[in-house]
């Protein structure tokens, strides 16, 4: 169980998270939707250990992110590394060893190329198997369909159910609700910083209209289309 108390964050004078509460349980996947700019990206690096914060955030491992893996927006990858090698890199780190690399191609990605030279989509999809081989207990996933084909979204999603049957922890970052609908257990609104809503399964349509009427409200009415 991972277990977030009073998390706040700020960059200078600008808050970015205000006294964030919220408690994630093995085998449940949990969206966390709001929009650009609204403190996901943030929240998921305090959770990985990428950014100082106040507050608590605990866990029953010793070292969290040793258990840990976070599919950032934009992966970074090292000038001059393979596809195979930076996965290879990233089972060393976790001192996993015997991995059927090419076994695991689930995106068949050209593995024996740069990883530089990849596609945002591919980038995006070498990253995550590579967390995916780590064999982590919490998953965070930052934005995981954006710039992704839509076949390999059909195969993200199944993935994600697949490690909700593992009674993996996963978190799921998005601006787009419908992207969530899917595969969340629950989702979390984050509007400034804020937690303002949490809704389970059964709640799932009310909050989507909710944020329709707050986002588009009658502006589509007022297009002379």
Do not use: W
């Not at 000038?79 to 780190?93: D, P, R, S, W």
């Not at 024996?112 to 064999?135: E, H, P, R, V």
């Amino acid at each position: 169980m991972l277990i977030i108390k009073h998390i706040s964050k700020s960059f200078g004078i600008k808050k970015v998270l205000k006294d964030i509460m919220l408690t994630f349980e093995p085998g449940k996947v949990y969206g966390i939707i709001g929009e650009n700019g609204a403190g996901k990206t943030t929240l998921f690096r305090c959770i990985a250990g990428l950014e100082t914060y106040e507050g608590e955030i605990t866990s029953e491992f010793d070292v969290l992110k040793n258990h840990l893996g976070y599919l950032q927006t934009e992966p970074y990858f090292f000038n001059k590394i393979t596809g195979k090698e930076y996965l290879q890199l990233f089972c060393i780190a976790r001192k996993i060893s015997n991995v059927d690399i090419d076994a695991n191609n689930v995106f068949e990605l050209p593995l024996n190329q740069y990883a530089q030279t990849y596609s945002t989509g591919m980038k995006k999809k070498l990253a995550l198997m590579a967390i995916l081989l780590q064999k982590n207990e919490i998953i965070i996933l930052d934005e995981p369909f954006n710039g992704v084909d839509f076949h390999s979204n059909l195969l993200i999603e199944e993935i994600i159910n697949k490690l909700k049957k593992s009674n993996k922890t996963v978190i799921i970052s998005s601006h787009i609700f419908s992207t969530l609908t899917k595969t969340c257990d629950e989702i979390h609104l984050l509007e400034n910083g804020c937690i303002t809503e949490s809704v389970h399964t059964s709640k799932f349509d009310e909050l989507e209209q909710k944020i329709k009427k707050y986002t588009i409200g009658n502006r589509v009415e007022l297009l002379n289309v």
